[in-house]
């Protein structure tokens, strides 16, 4: 069965600050991979996806991700944090059913970021 | 607003009892997920459904049953509730093509 793992389970970053978040997943076959973002008290936003093609995504509020297939890894990366970047983050994979969103999304547990400014 | 709605926000009910949690899709969209969210399991995938018609089970317990209706808004049934209940229920809607899923606000459900 398909695993989502992320590394870190709390990060704690000054404003300004680089932040990368890593996500490896376990599948052989071909994946659509996937960046949310959850602010306190909100639904899950969709921060960007890959599904192929480049693999450095670039998605909203400055975030990217780069998709290394050798490694089953999809890290996210932002250069300079800011204060209203405090949120989780979660990561999920879906096995590619030609290039669209279907199927179920599988997660990792989440990475809690509190930037403080 | 995703354009998934989902309701009640929050409900909050006695061990042993049935609740039914409602998702309305974004428009367009024709398959609905739910998911359970707790601090220790984290995001967990409940069932699928597509076009009316069930898709794929997850960790769905067998007290927990839902479906989707023809005009697309889908319910979740959870009965003889328990405290190991009390979580974040999500429901994501997708029209399966290229732009992702679209999560709605949750139900928060607490069992006392």
């Known amino acids: 069965a398909q695993s989502v793992s992320q590394h870190n389970h709390h990060v704690i970053l000054s404003e300004a600050a680089s932040l990368e978040l890593g996500c490896n997943y376990s599948?052989?076959?071909?994946?659509?991979l996937f960046w949310y973002v959850q602010y306190p008290g909100q639904h899950l936003q969709l921060l960007l996806k890959?599904?192929?093609?480049?693999?450095l995504v670039k998605g909203i509020k400055g975030f990217e991700a780069e998709f290394i297939k050798s490694k089953f890894s999809f890290n996210l990366r932002k250069p300079s944090v800011q204060w209203s970047d405090t949120a989780e983050y979660f990561c999920?994979?879906?096995?590619?059913?030609?290039?669209?969103?279907?199927?179920?999304?599988?997660f990792g547990q989440g990475t809690i970021l509190t930037v403080h400014p | 607003d995703s354009g998934v709605t989902q309701t009640p926000k929050h409900l909050i009910t006695a061990t042993g009892q049935r609740v039914t949690l409602r998702c309305s899709p974004r428009?367009?969209?024709?398959?609905v997920y739910w998911y359970q969210q707790s601090l220790d399991q984290g995001l967990q995938f409940l069932i699928h459904?597509?076009?009316?018609?069930?898709?794929a089970k997850g960790n769905i317990l067998e007290r927990f049953s839902a479906q989707q209706f023809p005009d697309l808004h889908s319910e979740l049934n959870l009965s003889s509730l328990e405290l190991g209940d009390s979580a974040l229920y999500f429901c994501?809607?997708?029209?399966?093509?290229?732009?992702?899923?679209?999560f709605g606000s949750g139900t928060r459900l607490t069992v006392v």
């Open positions: 994501a809607s997708s029209v399966g093509g290229s732009d992702g899923y679209t």
């Open positions: 599948y052989g076959g071909t994946v659509n």
């Open positions: 890959y599904f192929s093609g480049d693999p």
């Open positions: 999920a994979v879906n096995l590619n059913a030609g290039g669209t969103s279907y199927g179920k999304l599988t």
């Open positions: 428009s367009g969209d024709l398959s």
């Open positions: 459904y597509y076009n009316g018609e069930e898709r």
